[in-house]
């Protein structure tokens, strides 16, 4: 009771505010007034007749007299003009200055008095007196004072008394006042009619309904006459409060909600005929509380359809609104708000319903419900707007549909939810149609429960009527889609079907069901690349690029399902035929629109499941089936590629992805079990680079090509790696030289597939190679056949594009196949080098005048003389021939001068490629230097290196190129570094202990030697212009001829193994032998100075002989006694001024005479 006090107190003071503004705006209209009629007294007062204004001033020119008579022999005088009598004109009188603007009048105080002590208290008199009539009503039955028809006549008579007085002419001087009471004395008529019948059970419901009737009739005119919309406030509180106030607790709800509908309709008249929009808020307000307050206390689910009855009359009648007596005012607006609100506030409801499992599985009530509510809804936006109403409908109805299937589905709804289902989709498509936005809709997502019902046993079970009613709504959507560019919506619509089939494939695809599946996923599919084709031809473009990739791709997404379980040894060939179709589609959707994505991400996806498949399903029984729909899958996708690429515009990268059928003949190639025998595996290959051959040429795309031949031949190296019995190695010589013809082939057809032949034979080489290494049987004829060909292909195809540089590739790879040919004879071995090295010999000499001016065709013959120098040194030791083994280079370097020969024969003096002849020239002198350390012990390289660097330095005075110049260079810094810098070349021997005459004699020697005579060839400015050679030569040797002295002291001293220096550990023998060896070594370097004049040469002897003095005096003469050391003094004294003198005979005395030529 305290509650229901609080709340009536809170609507008085709301009351109370709204009064308060009107006053207010009273006031100000009252003051507008004031202010106007003071306007119109300052306008009158100006308009009063002014003072009389002075006539306006005429001014006229003076009479002149008349003029003096004139002789007429006179001259007559230049006549002037005379001045224009001016024109009278009216001086106008200044406008008077307008009177001050009086004052505004002074705002008058607000009026405190009349608000609260008149209005307000008017206001709350009249509800306390209700309240007070209410409780005296209550108290009196608790007590039993009054009889209940004492208390009805009392409180009938008190209403109509106070209506009556209210009238008098005395009360309407207290207009606010009689007001207030009329309304009180309305609500104790409203409750005291409503105990006579529910409490007191003294009139039966008719007639109590005629006087309610009457009351209400009464309120109306009164509120209309008095024009008081707190007469009308006071009525609507004391009506809806009388059934809360006097409840007896018992669920009367068609009494109850009766009676609302009336007060409801009557308060609703008098709100429209007055514009008192306040009036339909409010009950809109208690109607809704009164609703869910029986809800909530007495609702069961039998009632239900009492419920829906009550929810929708009283909606009804507030919806009514919107159709009567319309006005363009603020006012309508807030009736159509309370009306819509009123139309609306079912829906939650219908969803509080849909919740509760004990209400929910009546669901035709519910759904009748629903269908009638979202429909006003909808017919309320269509006519009256606004349009968000429709859809407001539609998201409840999907609300409404999801909450449903989570909390009270049950199998009998089924398959009765699916004509509920599509009977929405289709009326609020229907609805749709005519409302101003008809291509925003929210049908589509009713179709989330079809995903939601294929969770469930029952619905699963049947698949054909679940997908089938789907397939049609989503037909149905996307035809309206279609009509109304409705492209989001029907992208929902397939999504959600797309959802619906993984969500259903999860658990229910098997083999005994494999057949349904197909259906449902070919279906759709087709269904999903049919609707854009349809659209385009009416001149719609309803499903975008990224809708289509996301239909195409969830169509491929749940073929997943197909390639696990038990289900996938199956489902290959349905996989394959429905891959077919969604591809085909996604091909003929991509060239269009150019939308090559598409396209591409649909077979990528393809080839994924695919590659699942094969993982989970893939056997030897399986196999020949599994390669056809490899093949055919890649051929669909070359084909496909070349599709969409024709035109200008065409974009041939889709094409490519024909080549990952590669990679799963890869993956097959590297499993035994199923790689033997290969003839389907060869097959599949074949026909896939007969195919891209094929789309490569018509594209012209070289790149297609050449990835295809190197996937052929890397499918080969797979393959080959595990072919190790006959015949299985030459069956992959047969491979991959059947590659290679199909690229050589496709070569001849369009030189612009020069790539791939060379990569097809490139990478063929490796097979051949790969194959010979891991047979078990030793294979001589067939490898080196196949080398040949690969080879002589190569070179065949680089003489052809002249692209030379491919013989040099062909020297790598051919040195690599004889180094791995795993030949048994020293013949083999011979021969086996040997042929190969012939084709390169053969090359240029072939090639002729037709080289040009390549150098490379050469460069290829002198490369391939090492692998082949290599091979054949072995071959002809292992045989018994290494006493010969000098024969060898020299072989090589006739070889060489028969290249020279056959270079001075076509090229012309005076045009000749010096590089070209240098580097065969050089090849040439290189052989005959190997040759002639080749037959010596030891260190037959580093001589050769030396020796080889003065002959190239001789060559360079007849060739002068300066490659020659870097290539002795690089030879002699070779053989100076391991000869100098490395002390480990004396322990590559054992130490001769042959004194003087030994190998480090002859090696050091003819080193030095050969640094002497490059230094003496060297011209003094040479062509990489550095002036530093000559002396570097020189200095290199006679450092070379400085470490042959030492190196002889320490042979001939040395007792074990190895040298040993002991420059300062020594015998003294060995330390004074050193010792007059460096100064002899710095005395016959100072006369080599002087002789060759050379400073460097005589400095670096003055310094060599102040270390060996240094020496002597401090560590050799500490060791010696006696005549030894006089005799050792002695023998450095007599050095030291032999030096001394020389120095002063050919250097100094020369330093005073002209210079001396230049060191």
Not at 23 to 39: F, I, N, T, Y
Not at 431 to 451: G, H, N, Q, R
Not at 921 to 944: C, N
Request: include cysteine; charge should be positive; glycine fraction near 6%.
């Amino acid at each position: 009771m305290i509650g229901l006090v609080a709340i009536f107190a809170a609507i008085a003071f709301v009351v109370a505010i709204q009064a308060s503004n009107r006053a207010s705006k009273a006031l100000a209209e009252l003051a507008e007034l004031r202010r106007r009629l003071d306007r119109s007294l300052i306008k009158e007062s100006a308009a009063a007749p002014a003072e009389p204004q002075p006539e306006p001033v005429v001014l006229t020119p003076p009479i002149q007299p008349p003029p003096e008579p004139v002789d007429a022999f006179e001259a007559q005088p230049i006549p002037q003009p005379e001045p224009e009598p001016i024109a009278a004109f009216e001086t106008q009188p200044e406008p008077a200055a307008p009177p001050p603007p009086s004052p505004a009048p002074p705002r008058k105080p607000f009026d405190w008095e009349s608000l609260i002590g008149v209005k307000l208290f008017s206001w709350i008199a009249g509800i306390a007196l209700v309240l007070a009539t209410l409780f005296f009503l209550s108290y009196s039955v608790e007590h039993g004072w009054l009889s209940p028809a004492v208390r009805a006549s009392l409180g009938l008579a008190t209403g109509i008394i106070l209506l009556l007085v209210c009238e008098l002419r005395v009360a309407r001087n207290y207009a606010f006042t009689a007001n207030a009471m009329d309304g009180a004395g309305i609500a104790i008529l409203y409750a005291t009619l409503f105990a006579m019948h529910a409490l007191w059970h003294l009139l039966p419901a008719s007639a109590v309904f005629v006087l309610m009737l009457i009351v209400t009739a009464i309120a109306v005119l009164l509120s209309i006459r008095r024009d008081s919309v707190f007469i009308a406030l006071l009525g609507l509180v004391g009506g809806f409060a009388t059934p809360a106030l006097l409840s007896t607790g018992e669920n009367k709800p068609v009494a109850l909600f009766s009676y609302l509908l009336l007060l409801n309709v009557g308060l609703l008249f008098v709100a429209i005929q007055r514009r008192w929009p306040l009036l339909t808020a409010l009950s809109v307000v208690f109607t809704v509380i009164y609703e869910w307050s029986w809800i909530g206390k007495y609702f069961t689910a039998a009632q239900l359809p009492l419920a829906v009855s009550i929810f929708i009359l009283l909606a009804a009648a507030a919806a009514a609104s919107l159709w009567m007596r319309r006005r363009a005012d603020e006012a309508q607006r807030r009736f159509d708000f309370a009306a819509i609100s009123s139309a609306g506030l079912p829906l939650l409801f219908a969803i509080y319903v849909a919740a509760v499992s004990s209400y929910g599985v009546q669901y035709n009530i519910l759904f009748t419900f629903l269908l009638f509510i979202t429909t006003g809804l909808s017919v309320i936006a269509i006519f009256r707007g606004p349009v968000w109403l429709h859809l407001l409908g539609g998201a409840t109805i999907a609300l409404v549909l999801v909450v449903w299937r989570a909390t009270s589905f049950t199998p009998a709804a089924w398959p009765a939810v699916l004509a509920w289902i599509a009977a929405f989709v289709v009326i609020q498509l229907a609805l749709s149609f005519f409302t101003s936005i008809p291509k925003t809709i929210v049908a589509p997502t009713f179709l989330l429960m079809f995903p939601a019902l294929a969770m469930l046993p029952v619905p699963a079970s049947a698949p054909m009527l679940l997908f089938g009613t789907l397939f049609i709504l989503v037909a149905i959507i996307a035809a309206y889609a279609i009509r109304h560019s409705a492209g989001a919506g029907y992208a929902i619509a397939a999504f959600l079907a797309v959802v619906a089939e993984g969500v259903w494939s999860a658990d229910n695809v098997k083999p005994a069901t494999l057949t349904t599946a197909l259906v449902i996923y070919g279906g759709f599919a087709l269904l999903f690349l049919a609707v854009p084709i349809i659209a385009r031809r009416f001149g719609r473009d309803i499903v975008s690029q990224r809708t289509m990739m996301t239909l195409v791709l969830g169509s491929i997404g749940v073929l997943f399902f197909l390639t696990i379980g038990d289900a996938a040894p199956h489902a290959l060939w349905m996989l394959a035929v429905l891959l077919a179709i969604i591809n085909i589609g996604a091909i003929a959707q991509s060239k269009p629109r150019q939308r090559a994505i598409l396209a591409a991400s649909a077979i990528v996806l393809s080839w994924i499941v695919i590659t699942v498949w094969c993982s989970t399903a893939l056997d030897v029984a399986s196999l020949v089936s599994a390669l056809i729909v490899i093949g055919g899958f890649a051929l669909l996708a070359v084909g496909g590629g070349v599709v969409i690429a024709r035109g200008e515009d065409g974009d041939t990268s889709t094409t490519y992805l024909g080549l990952i059928g590669h990679l799963f003949l890869f993956a097959i190639a590297v499993q035994p079990q199923l790689a033997f025998p290969p003839w389907p595996l060869f097959a599949a290959m074949f026909v896939l680079d007969i195919a891209i051959g094929i789309a490569a040429i018509y594209l012209r795309r070289a790149t297609l090509m050449t990835a295809a031949m190197a996937a052929s031949q890397l499918v080969l190296m797979a393959w080959a790696a595990d072919a190790k019995a006959m015949p299985w190695p030459v069956t992959a010589f047969v491979a991959a030289i059947a590659v290679c013809a199909i690229a050589l082939i496709w070569f001849r057809i369009d030189r612009r597939f020069s790539v791939a032949a060379i990569v097809a034979l490139a990478l063929g080489d490796i097979v051949l190679i790969i194959a010979g290494g891991v047979s078990t049987t030793p294979i001589f004829g067939s490898l080196l056949a196949s080398h040949l060909i690969f080879g002589i292909s190569m070179l065949a195809v680089a003489w052809s594009m002249e692209q030379h540089d491919l013989a040099i590739l062909a020297v790598a790879l051919l040195a690599l196949g004889t180094a791995l040919s795993r030949t048994t004879t020293p013949v083999n071995q011979f021969t086996f080098a040997g042929a190969v090295y012939a084709i390169f010999i053969a090359y240029p000499l072939l090639l002729g005048a037709r080289a040009k001016r390549f150098i490379q065709p050469y460069l290829a013959a002198v490369l391939a003389g090492i692998p082949f120098f290599v091979f054949a040194r072995r071959a002809i030791e292992d045989a018994g021939f290494g006493y010969a083994i000098g024969l060898l280079p020299i072989f090589q370097a006739a070889l060489m001068l028969l290249l020279v020969w056959r270079l001075l024969r076509i090229e012309p003096a005076s045009d000749r490629l010096l590089s070209r002849l240098a580097l065969t020239a050089a090849a040439a002198l290189a052989f005959i230097t190997i040759a002639i350390p080749l037959q010596l012990e030891k260190q037959w390289i580093t001589i050769g290196w030396a020796l080889e660097g003065a002959a190239l330095v001789w060559l360079y005075r007849r060739i002068p190129h300066r490659g020659l110049l870097a290539w002795s260079g690089a030879l002699l810094a070779a053989a100076f570094v391991r000869l100098a810098v490395n002390p480990a070349v004396l322990s590559y021997h054992p130490a001769s202990h042959h004194a003087i005459v030994n190998w480090y004699l002859y090696t050091y020697l003819v080193s030095a030697a050969a640094f002497f005579v490059a230094a003496w060839l060297l011209p003094e400015k040479d062509a990489l212009e550095f002036t530093g050679a000559r002396p570097f030569a020189n200095a290199g040797g006679t450092i070379l001829l400085f470490f042959l002295v030492n190196i002889e002291i320490a042979d001939f001293y040395s007792t074990g193994p190895t040298l040993t220096f002991n420059f300062l550990s020594s015998s003294l023998a060995q330390d004074l032998t050193y010792t007059i060896g460096w100064a002899l070594f710095a005395v016959a370097m100072l006369v080599a100075g002087l002789v060759l004049h050379s400073r460097a040469a005589r400095v670096a002897a003055i310094f060599l002989l102040l270390i060996t003095v240094l020496k002597c005096f401090l560590h050799d003469l500490a060791r010696l006694g006696g005549l030894y050391r006089v005799a050792s003094l002695l023998g450095l004294t007599i050095s030291l001024l032999l030096v001394g003198v020389l120095l002063q005979k050919f250097v100094i005395r020369k330093a005073a005479t002209p210079a001396e030529e230049p060191s």
